[in-house]
Nanobody, 125 residues
Framework: QVQLMESGGGSVQAGGSLTLSCVAN???????MGWFRQDPGKEREVVAA????????EYADSVKGRFTISRDRLKNTLILQMNSLTSEDTAMYYC???????????????????WGQGTQVTVSS
């Protein structure tokens, strides 16, 4: 069982930056972890994923070059650095995690087992 708690959301002007954090309470080695977002009326979108075993990453095209996913291993914390934000990035952001089983792939299509409560990001133009 892994509990996840996000923080760092807020309001920012277009072009600005925010850093989201997700503290994991539980064992997350050899896990796939990721960030999702959802705005009312839109489909949920996975924006980035990282495999904790080797820190390999994958990004959605919509955030590639602007967002960076990373993990602080000592603090067991997942981080999403978001730069050059636009109004299109406004959404509730969730972190998620799940064990990567033998033969599995950690990427944007991974099926996660654990979810956080979310943190709101609002970008004004």
């Amino acid at each position: 069982q892994v509990q996840l708690m996000e923080s760092g959301g807020g309001s920012v002007q277009a072009g600005g930056s925010l850093t989201l954090s997700c503290v994991a309470n539980g064992y997350t080695y050899s896990y796939c972890m990721g960030w999702f977002r959802q705005d009312p009326g839109k489909e949920r979108e996975v924006v980035a994923a990282i495999y904790t075993g080797d820190s390999s990453t994958e990004y959605a095209d919509s955030v590639k070059g602007r967002f960076t996913i990373s993990r602080d291993r000592l603090k067991n914390t997942l981080i999403l650095q978001m730069n050059s934000l636009t109004s299109e990035d406004t959404a509730m952001y969730y972190c998620a995690a799940g064990p990567l089983r033998r033969g599995g792939y950690c990427g944007l299509n991974f099926v996660f087992d654990y979810w956080g409560q979310g943190t709101q990001v609002t970008v004004s133009s």
